[in-house]
């Protein structure tokens, strides 16, 4: 098993362009979960997936963010309109269900100039 | 709302010595804690977890320990190494949750 992996690992946008991430999680978990953390700080939840189903949502989660799963697989995050305050580390993880530990991608950094 | 502290936020030991890394948190309704270790620009490894029924767990250099009463974990890592400079994070799932809710994490240098 190799892991949880996303893609890309940077990315450099100017202010209000679109940007979409990717995260595969170990194959055999059902629950997939997205974490932004901002510089010096720990990370904060902002959504996870039960299979196809997006279970819940933070209010961190503003109408510019959406996030799909659509075979219950690998899971995109996409920011419109990027605003410099989105600029952090994007991590996925994944777990086999709820409860269970949580395994953490190497994550996303966007960087929005 | 759960909220987790670490404190200190920076730690600095010289090679040898043992670390101590505390974690406290509000409310004691966890289904589990994680800690977790985070090299910089990198993602988050899984050092230990213990659930709420445990007092510790114990894995290699590293013992964590939770008191869940008095919203406590402590991580010791025995003989550090300068390989054990990194930030290390403390993370509580809530009690039928499904999100982890992170400390600040704390900042270890070992000096050679």
């Known amino acids: 098993d190799t892991g949880v992996s996303q893609d890309p690992r940077h990315k450099i946008t100017k202010r209000g362009q679109n940007v979409t991430f990717r995260c595969d999680p170990i194959?055999?978990?059902?629950?997939l979960y997205w974490y932004r953390q901002t510089l010096g700080q720990g990370p904060e939840f902002l959504t996870y997936f039960q299979n196809e189903a997006q279970l819940e949502k933070s209010r961190l989660l503003s109408d510019r963010f959406s996030a799909e799963r659509p075979k219950g697989s690998f899971s995109t995050l996409e920011i419109q309109r990027t605003e410099q305050g989105d600029s952090a580390m994007y991590l996925c993880a994944s777990s086999f269900k709820g409860g269970h530990e949580q395994y953490f991608g190497p994550g996303t950094r966007l960087t929005v100039t | 709302k759960q909220e987790v502290t670490q404190i200190p936020a920076a730690l600095s030991v010289p090679e040898g010595e043992n670390l101590v890394l505390n974690c406290s948190f509000t409310d004691s309704a966890i289904y589990n804690l994680q800690w977790f270790r985070q090299d910089p620009g990198k993602g988050l490894t899984s050092l230990l977890l213990?659930?709420?029924?445990?007092r510790e767990q114990t894995s290699g250099r590293l013992n964590a320990s939770l008191d869940k009463s008095s919203g406590r974990s402590t991580l010791y890592i025995a003989a550090s190494q300068p390989g054990d400079s990194a930030t290390y994070l403390c993370a509580v799932l809530k009690a039928a949750g499904n999100k982890l809710t992170f400390g600040g994490g704390t900042r270890v240098l070992v000096k050679p």
């Open positions: 194959s055999e978990h059902n629950r």
């Open positions: 213990i659930q709420s029924s445990q």
